[in-house]
Nanobody
Framework: QVQLVESGGGLVQSGGSLRLSCAASGRILRIDDMDWYRQAPGKERELVATISRGGTTNYVDSVKGRFTISRDNAENSVSLQMNSLRPEDTGVYYC??????????????????WGQGTQVTVSS
């Protein structure tokens, strides 16, 4: 089954930068949208940034101008460059994808997997 594996979280001071990466592995035919979500303590998971297969991006207002999402279609990966980090950016960040998996017998299966999450902590 397709898996998403994230890396790059950590602890950083306010104003600092981090880069998150996510790689998809498995029997993948095609990946359409790839996204980054985050969940702060006591809050619901929110969509932070999304990128289409063609490279069109969208961001939640609170990160516009500070975060940049990018992807490598050949590597089935997506990254999130986070600059000018603020304490309110703290949370667990999850990679998510909308993809077609090659199942048994060659059948194509629509699948929307999540990564395991990576912690980002921004200290003031």
């Amino acid at each position: 089954q397709v898996q998403l594996v994230e890396s790059g979280g950590g602890l950083v001071q306010s104003g600092g930068s981090l880069r998150l990466s996510c790689a998809a592995s498995g029997r993948i035919l095609r990946i359409d949208d790839m996204d980054w979500y985050r969940q702060a303590p006591g809050k619901e998971r929110e969509l932070v940034a999304t990128i289409s297969r063609g490279g069109t991006t969208n961001y939640v207002d609170s990160v516009k101008g500070r975060f940049t999402i990018s992807r490598d279609n050949a590597e089935n990966s997506v990254s999130l460059q986070m600059n000018s980090l603020r304490p309110e950016d703290t949370g667990v960040y999850y990679c998510h994808a909308n993809l077609l998996e090659i199942g048994y017998g060659g059948k194509y299966i629509a699948y929307k997997p999540w990564g395991q999450g990576t912690q980002v902590t921004v200290s003031s």
